[in-house]
């Protein structure tokens, strides 16, 4: 039974995504990111020297997946993105937007994270621009509140 919902629900919450590439010799990788969702896009962070990055440039092919799992509140949101990719140069300021996503404000970000793991302004950085030419979303929240879906929220339930 497939559910539909509205892709901009997973979107915009501080979930990971995995991306799905292609090796040069064929064989299927996949890798969890953080990402961010703007001018309908999904932009997930790499740098020259990723091996996310490598595949992309060899073979733009992709997938995305990124599920919405909650099991005490019984939310099971599956969102899935395919497309071809393309490497675009790091933008600082959608880097630092994409940090307060996952890391709210930015006087509670640890600096020592964003001095040696982030690397914000490091010129080697690079974002994976994937403009999807399909998407697939179903709603499988009802494992725990069937037949009626736990997803979205229903406030006039006091029963959850």
Known sequence: MVTKFNPTDVLNLPLVANLATIADDGSPRNAPMWFIWENDAIWLLGSTDTSSVKRVEHDPRCAVEIVHFDNDAGILLHLGLRGVASIDPMSSERFRRLLRKYLGNE???????????????????????????????NNVSYFRTGPNLAWPPNPNNTSM
């Open 107 to 137: 006087d509670n970000w640890n600096s020592w994270f964003i001095e040696n793991v982030a690397l914000i302004d490091d010129p080697n950085g690079r974002l994976i621009k994937l403009n999807p030419k399909s998407f697939f979303s």
